[in-house]
């Protein structure tokens, strides 16, 4: 039994573990586009406010801890960007070469999770404007502020995220930015 599963952060590397614990035999691979795996997403307003200082403590696995204590193959920046259900193929492209390939599975779990919504509004695209959806978001936003030195934000959505962000801009190492 060969086990395909896309994306690899809170839904894929469980399911891959729990698939792992109810089989010691089947083949399992999970492919993830980014290069963080199985991430705290709940600490990245904290890492932005100062009160976690350390990325790898948001980032505590990578693809080695899954092998050794899962027999799991974990790619990273690898896309799957195509899916053909009667011949239980993928198709992969790896982004650090470019190469294309076709993979097969027995059973697949998409694992693809959700994007940030950006409203159509104009200008949303400027170099200044950020989602806070993953750790590569978490550090282009850090490291905005500490080349630009920025001494205001506003934030779109007042969610739990959103809420969360303000509470540590305005603690924020860098200052009081809310
Ligand atoms: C700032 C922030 C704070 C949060 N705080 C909390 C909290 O305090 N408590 C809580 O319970 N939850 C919190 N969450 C939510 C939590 O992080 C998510 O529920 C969780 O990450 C969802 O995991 P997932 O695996 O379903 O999806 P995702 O985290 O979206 O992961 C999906 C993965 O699939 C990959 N992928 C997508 N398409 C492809 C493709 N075609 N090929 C290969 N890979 C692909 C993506 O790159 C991504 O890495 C927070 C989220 C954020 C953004």
Redesign the pocket.
Known sequence: MRIIV???????TSAAAKARRNDEDSEIVI????QDISYS??G??YYIGGEVEDKEELTPRDPEFFKKKYNIDIHIS????DLDTSKKTITVKNLSSNEIFEDHYDRLVI????VSVMPPIEGIHQKHVFA???IQDMLKITGFIDSNKPKSAIIIGSG??GL?LCENLKRCRYGNLC
């Open positions: 896309i994306g690899a952060v809170a839904a894929g492919y993830e586009r980014d997403g709940c990245m307003p690898h896309e799957v960007f694992a693809t999770g959700a806070l959806r993953n739990f995220i969360e």
